[in-house]
Structure formats: C-alpha cells, structure tokens
C-alpha cells in the first residue's frame, strides 16, 4: 500500500471529528477518534491554552507543540515514531515536540486491540496512516489562516519546523492558531509522496534519550508522594493457593511497620519504607492451601505432554490439502519433537505501582501495556467511579507482555483501601520470578516430506501445551470492565477455557508454526494440556517456540534431502516473496562471511506480525560451551519510521532471544518455580553478547512491527550452528549439549 493511499482505508469520515465552541486561549477545540467513533468528550484538559486540533496534537500561542501519545513506551520507541508520523506531515521536527503519555479515553484506542492498549508490535502499524493524516490537516488549517492572516496565497506559502515560510520571512504556527480556530478543518488534506518525507525514514536519536540519559525520565519507582507507605506482598510459592494461616506478631513488631495486613493475594506488610517492609515480611512464616498445582513438577508437565502427544489427536487449526497422500508422495520424510520450556519475562523494572485514595477519589502511578486497564482495577476494587480515578502512565522499564497482566496494581489498590494510605508497591526479583505470570512450555511434534526436486508435499505439526488467552481474559476483563460481576468474569473466563480446550485452537498456542512455507498439504493439530500454571503473552507469543521447531524441522529435511538448507528456505518460499527475498537478501550476505576457524554458520527466517526476518549466527563450541560471536539479522519491516530504532529493536530482541536460547528454564519443583533471580535464572551477561549487523530491506510497504519479530529466529540459527559444529540435533531448549 502506497504512503498516499486514500485514507478511506482508516474510514477517516466527517462522523469521526468532534467540533465545539469551547475556546481555549482563543483556539477551538476539536476532538478526533482513533478507534472509529464520534468522541463524545475531549481527552485533553480544557484549561490548558493553545490551539488543539485533534485529541493527540496541541499547539499553543507561544509556538510549542505538544503530542499526546496514545501508546505506552516500554523501551520500544514508540513515542519516537509515532511523533516521527504527526511531525512529518505537521512539518514539525519529532525532537521538538513536547511528547506526554495520553491519559484514559476511548479515543486512544488502539484500533488493532479493540482498547487502550499496547503490544503486538502494532503501534506504527495500526497509526501510520491515521497520524500522518492528523499532521497533515493541521498544517493545512494553519496555513489556511495565515494565508488569510497574511493576505498571501496559500500557494505562496511553505513550511518548515513549526513555521510558515513567506517570501523568506518566518512565522510561527502559534502565531495563527486563532485564525485557525475559525476555520472548517480539512478531513483529507493531502499527505507529502514518499520521495518528499524529511523525517520518516531518517536517523535521529530518540526523543527520550536525552531524558533516560540523564534519570530524568520519570518510572514508576521514581514515584515519590507525601505521606507514601512501602508495601511487600508475600504470596504463596505455589500459584493459586489460598492462604490457610499466618502469625503476624513477629513481622507488626519491626521498625517502620504500620500494618500487616491480608489481601486477596497473600499477606501485604506496609512500611514507612521499602526495606523495612521488606524485612518484616521475611518474619511471616505462612501456610497455604494444597491445590493441584502442588503435585506439579517439570517431569510431570513432560510426561503428561508426551502422554497427550501420542493418545490424543487434538483439535484442528490448519488443515490444507491431502496430508498422508503427500507423505506417500514424498522422496524423503522426516519426523522430530521439539521442547521448550516456562519462561519469566524478567523486565529489569520489575512490577510496582502508586496507589492513593482521598475524599472519593483516587490516583495511580505506574507504568503498564495498558493504562485503561489500570484506571478500571482502581476503580474495581476501591468501589471509586472510573472516572474519579486519575491513571498517570509512566515509562516502563522494558515488559515483554508482562505489564499487561496488572496484578501488582490489584495488590496496591486492596493495601491502599485497607490502610488509608498513600502505597507505593514493589515487587522484588524474586517475586517477579517465583510469582510471575510466564510463557507457555510446548512439546511440538513436526513431520514433514520433500520430494526429489526439493520441494515439499506435506506438512505436519502438533503441539501440545497450555493456552495463553484464557487466563488473559481472567485478569483483563476485570480492568477493562470494572462493572462486570465477579460471577460474570468467571462464566466467560471458563467458557474461553471449555472453547480452546473443546472446540477450536486458541491461535496464539500455534502461530508462525506452519504458514512460511508452500506446502500444498498441511495439518497443524493441538492438544491442550493445563496445569494451573499462570500464562500470558511473552515477548513474540506463540512464535518464540514455534520457530523452533519449525525452523528446526526445516533444516532436518534439507539435510535428508542434500540440499543446502538456505537454498531449500528459498525454493520453499516462493508463494511468499518478501520472506523469500529477505532469505535471498541474507544468503547473499552469508555467502560472503568468512568465519574464522572453529566457528560456523546456522541460517533461520520466520515472518511475525506481519514482519519477515532472516537471522545468520555465527558459534563456536568448546568444551561443550556454545558461544555466539556474531548475529547478522535482515529484516523487511516496511518503511523503517526511524531507523536506528529498528536496528535497536532487533539488537534488543536478539539479545532476549539468546537469554532463552542459552540460559531461559524454569523449573517446577512441588508446583512452585525453583528459580529466583538471575543468579539460577541468568540473562545475557556482557561477555556472551555478540555482535550484532542489522540490515534494513525496505519492500516500500506501510510499517509493520519491529519489536517481536527479531526474536523467533535467534534460537533456531543458532541450533544449525551447533549442528554444523558437533553434529548433535538440538530439539531442547535451553540448548545443552550432551
């Protein structure tokens, strides 16, 4: 799709604008939707002066700027790149734009969620029209009236850096933003060609650097209010176990402690400070409910999947074709299982949160994947109005999907509502490890035939494993409708459960495991499996095991068939062109490496929200150490808003790729995780990061995601490496040689 598509791709109609009279500063306000309806009210403060064109863009008399993101920046760049979008077409530098984090309305809503929302790498995707188009309407309103204002013909006038330009002279933007107000704004102003764009596509540094760099940046532990008490949670190491009994006497003891009370969580020990309660809390010797969990450990988990694996057939997401009439056709057949485990997310933030209550109302701080979810627990559990609860967004300190389960803001308001106090929750490491909610552990089974001209006849996959979106409904619905009864939430949440487990495959479990490649027969099944293990999204979903095994299966046919494995990718991929051509792309890069002795090449590519990635790792093994010394990864994620932050994002995936390629496993041990902190659950350490070439190809699409699809790849390039190196077939992961 061009840059300059119609935007009625967007549906951007008249309905979709908001007029008033209200003036503010003089400047009229109009509001604008993202999700598609008419907005009922403005979601900017009235009382702050200047021109607000649209519910994200603010111009005051005094010529400043300011952008309203409605997404919520977890390290990502999102606030970069969608400013990059409105300064592009508002001819406004990004960089000079005062950007602030959009508080609660459904005129944020991230159309490609259907709420307030961010994940799925959907930002640019989901707002590169919208934005642009946004930009574009103000500069043509402005410049409307300071054609008017001037006595010039708008043809005389240009524009550049928050100015309109006539005959050489300068004028601020701020200075027609009265003029503007009066004027009947335009719905589809034209958008510049792609050859004209100053700012999209080119490298600058983020707007936040500067800010990040200095601690100047606010996150949620930066939060600091008067009368702010300290609250550590102690929950039970075993998830969804009730407490049974606890002595509170040694604990309520200890300096600074004003409460030890308990929550629908655990026990909460309140401080006047963090170490103080944290302290105290290690005095609490609880007991717990036994549940079904607490006879769970990894074996069983193994086990039981296997089990399933060979006496289940499963349900059906993916059926194409004649399968067992293209095995039979195949020259070659090959069949392998492929495992990975639970994983932690492991934010170096880890999860926290500001909770206070007063005279009715409420106001809390934290950084989250969704800021109307946290306004709607506040609200849920103080019994306080939605809109008398005040949510301040902050940045977050990376998430990876875990900030998108708001447990930790449940646990702040119950503290708060319980004390009467101002309550600054922190979760420990530790809590984030042995308490979190986690990636799924999959057994995958491929089965796969190519015939003699290396093309494939059929494509099998299964696998067995929990569901992610159940047990995300169960903590979602509870934010984003605050009025639904508890007994309603759990109808539908056990409704989903019987629907995945019963009736159709919950996507998430399966995708990226079978779409690549041009089999004409494929069949992918699933076999839900649960063992009460909390789950939810991680960074690339389904994808970051999928791509395992299939990439895995991949390289086990082209090595049966004696074909180069990236040559087979190649002739395997002709129905899907742009990863066909990121593959050629990435081959021809590989075909000029000249690895240094001992050390070799594995090749991997997987397409993920809607992104193709090839990924070249260059290993070397000693003494039964994998050692990656070189990743080169080539990416088409359409138009690269920003480049360096792509480059950046698929630097950041690669290293998180490789922490659970190396290092990622949780262990279940009586139904509780063994691990703790990075000490037996490590990341990345410095001396184990390669280097890293990013290599942008531009297919001349809109955006599509950048933050996940860096991941998928890493491991499976890697395993080929190994592979090459020691001749073992990898199928475990973490990956550990014998």
């Known amino acids: 799709m061009s840059s300059n598509s119609s935007t009625n791709s967007i549906n951007m109609s008249r309905r979709r604008f908001l007029k008033t009279t209200g003036i503010v500063g003089g400047g009229l306000v109009v509001g604008f939707s993202l999700a598609g309806c008419a907005p009922s009210e403005l979601p900017i403060d009235l009382s702050e002066n200047g021109f607000i064109p649209n519910a994200f863009l603010q111009i005051t008399p005094d010529n400043k700027v300011c952008f309203y993101c409605p997404r919520d920046e977890m390290g990502q760049?999102?606030?970069?790149?969608?400013?990059?979008?409105?300064?592009?077409?508002?001819?406004?530098?990004?960089?000079?734009?005062?950007?602030?984090?959009?508080?609660?309305?459904?005129?944020?809503?991230?159309?490609?969620?259907?709420?307030?929302?961010?994940?799925?790498?959907?930002?640019?995707?989901?707002?590169?029209?919208?934005?642009?188009?946004?930009?574009?309407?103000?500069?043509?309103?402005?410049?409307?009236?300071?054609?008017?204002?001037?006595?010039?013909?708008?043809?005389?006038?240009?524009?550049?850096?928050?100015?309109?330009?006539?005959?050489?002279?300068?004028?601020?933007?701020?200075?027609?933003?009265?003029?503007?107000?009066?004027?009947?704004?335009?719905?589809?102003?034209?958008?510049?060609?792609?050859a004209d764009f100053r700012y999209i596509g080119r490298e600058f540094s983020r707007i936040d650097a500067i800010a990040k760099s200095t601690g100047t940046a606010e996150f949620a532990i930066d939060i600091d209010i008067p009368n702010m008490h300290h609250a550590v949670v102690v929950r039970s190491p075993v998830a969804g176990a009730k407490l049974k009994s606890v002595d509170k006497s040694a604990a309520q003891a200890m300096p600074g402690v004003t409460d030890v009370i308990e929550i629908s969580s655990g026990v909460a020990v309140v401080a006047e400070k963090y170490w103080q309660a944290k302290t105290a809390a290690a005095k609490?010797?609880?007991?717990?409910?036994?549940?079904?969990?607490?006879?769970?450990?990894?074996?069983?988990?193994?086990?039981?999947?296997?089990?399933?694996?060979?006496?289940?057939?499963?349900?059906?997401?993916?059926?194409?074709?004649?399968?067992?009439?293209?095995?039979?056709?195949?020259?070659?057949?090959?069949?392998?299982?492929?495992?990975?485990p639970y994983l932690a997310h492991a934010p170096l933030e880890p999860m926290d949160a500001v909770v206070r209550i007063e005279n009715g109302e409420a106001d809390v701080w934290s950084g989250v994947q969704g800021v109307g979810g946290m306004q709607g627990l506040v609200a849920r559990f103080s019994g306080i109005p939605a809109e008398k609860v005040r949510a301040h967004n902050t940045y977050m300190g990376g998430a990876f999907g875990r900030r998108g389960t708001l447990t930790h803001i449940v646990e702040a308001t119950e503290v708060a509502v319980a004390t009467d106090k101002p309550i600054h929750l922190l979760w420990?490491?530790?809590?984030?490890?042995?308490?979190?909610?986690?990636?799924?552990?999959?057994?995958?089974?491929?089965?796969?035939?190519?015939?003699?001209?290396?093309?494939?006849?059929?494509?099998?996959?299964?696998?067995?494993?929990?569901?992610?979106?159940?047990?995300?409904?169960?903590?979602?619905?509870?934010?984003?409708?605050?009025?639904?009864?508890?007994?309603?939430?759990?109808?539908?949440?056990g409704l989903t459960r019987d629907v995945f487990s019963g009736w159709m495959v919950d996507h998430s479990s399966i995708e990226g495991i079978a779409e690549d490649?041009?089999?004409?027969?494929?069949?992918?099944?699933?076999?839900?499996?649960?063992?009460?293990?909390?789950?939810?999204?991680?960074?690339?979903?389904?994808?970051?095991?999928?791509?395992?095994?299939?990439?895995?299966?991949?390289?086990?046919?082209?090595?049966?068939?004696?074909?180069?494995?990236?040559?087979?990718?190649?002739?395997?991929?002709?129905?899907?062109?742009?990863?066909?051509?990121?593959?050629?792309?990435?081959?021809?890069?590989?075909?000029?490496?000249?690895?240094?002795?001992?050390?070799?090449?594995?090749?991997?590519?997987?397409?993920?929200?809607?992104?193709?990635?090839?990924?070249?790792?260059?290993?070397?093994?000693?003494?039964?150490?994998?050692?990656?010394?070189k990743v080169t990864c080539v990416v088409d994620c359409g138009i690269a808003v920003n480049p360096s932050v792509v480059r950046a994002q698929m630097e950041g995936a690669v290293m998180y790729g490789l922490t659970a390629t190396l290092h990622g496993d949780?262990?279940?041990?009586?139904?509780?995780?063994?691990?703790?902190?990075?000490?037996?659950?490590?990341?990345?350490?410095?001396?184990?990061?390669?280097?890293?070439?990013?290599?942008?190809?531009?297919?001349?699409?809109?955006?599509?995601?950048?933050?996940?699809?860096?991941?998928?790849p890493i491991a499976p390039a890697v395993a080929s490496a190994v592979f090459k190196a020691t001749g073992q077939r990898l199928r475990s992961l973490p990956l550990r040689l014998a």
């Open 428 to 493: 420990s490491r530790e809590d984030d490890i042995k308490n979190g909610i986690y990636r799924p552990a999959s057994l995958m089974k491929m089965k796969a035939g190519v015939d003699s001209d290396g093309k494939l006849t059929a494509w099998q996959a299964k696998r067995v494993g929990g569901n992610i979106t159940p047990k995300t409904l169960e903590n979602m619905i509870p934010a984003f409708f605050p009025g639904l009864g508890d007994s309603s939430v759990d109808f539908i949440v």
């Open 284 to 340: 609490l010797s609880p007991t717990w409910e036994e549940v079904a969990l607490s006879k769970v450990d990894t074996k069983t988990v193994q086990d039981d999947y296997a089990q399933a694996m060979q006496n289940e057939e499963g349900l059906t997401g993916t059926d194409e074709g004649d399968v067992e009439a293209g095995l039979a056709a195949a020259e070659h057949v090959v069949e392998a299982q492929y495992w990975a």
């Open 77 to 194: 760049g999102v606030t970069t790149g969608l400013a990059t979008l409105i300064g592009e077409e508002l001819d406004v530098h990004p960089q000079q734009m005062d950007v602030k984090f959009a508080g609660v309305h459904a005129d944020y809503n991230n159309p490609a969620m259907g709420l307030q929302g961010t994940g799925g790498s959907s930002s640019l995707r989901a707002h590169y029209l919208q934005l642009r188009q946004v930009g574009a309407n103000t500069r043509s309103v402005l410049v409307s009236a300071a054609a008017q204002e001037l006595g010039v013909a708008i043809d005389d006038i240009t524009t550049a850096d928050g100015f309109i330009i006539v005959a050489g002279k300068q004028y601020p933007y701020g200075q027609f933003v009265n003029a503007a107000a009066q004027l009947e704004s335009p719905e589809e102003a034209p958008m510049k060609a792609d």
């Open 517 to 629: 490649y041009d089999a004409p027969n494929k069949i992918v099944n699933h076999v839900t499996v649960e063992h009460d293990v909390p789950l939810t999204f991680w960074r690339s979903v389904g994808h970051s095991y999928t791509s395992f095994a299939k990439e895995g299966i991949v390289d086990e046919l082209a090595e049966k068939a004696n074909i180069d494995p990236v040559e087979f990718r190649l002739n395997n991929t002709v129905n899907n062109p742009r990863l066909n051509n990121v593959i050629r792309v990435a081959q021809q890069h590989m075909q000029k490496m000249q690895p240094a002795e001992g050390r070799y090449l594995g090749f991997s590519s997987h397409n993920s929200f809607m992104t193709d990635v090839a990924e070249i790792a260059e290993v070397s093994v000693k003494d039964n150490v994998i050692k990656v010394h």
């Open 666 to 712: 949780l262990d279940l041990q009586a139904g509780a995780f063994k691990q703790s902190n990075f000490h037996d659950y490590p990341i990345l350490r410095m001396q184990e990061a390669p280097a890293v070439e990013v290599i942008i190809v531009d297919s001349g699409t809109t955006p599509t995601g950048v933050g996940e699809p860096g991941l998928p």
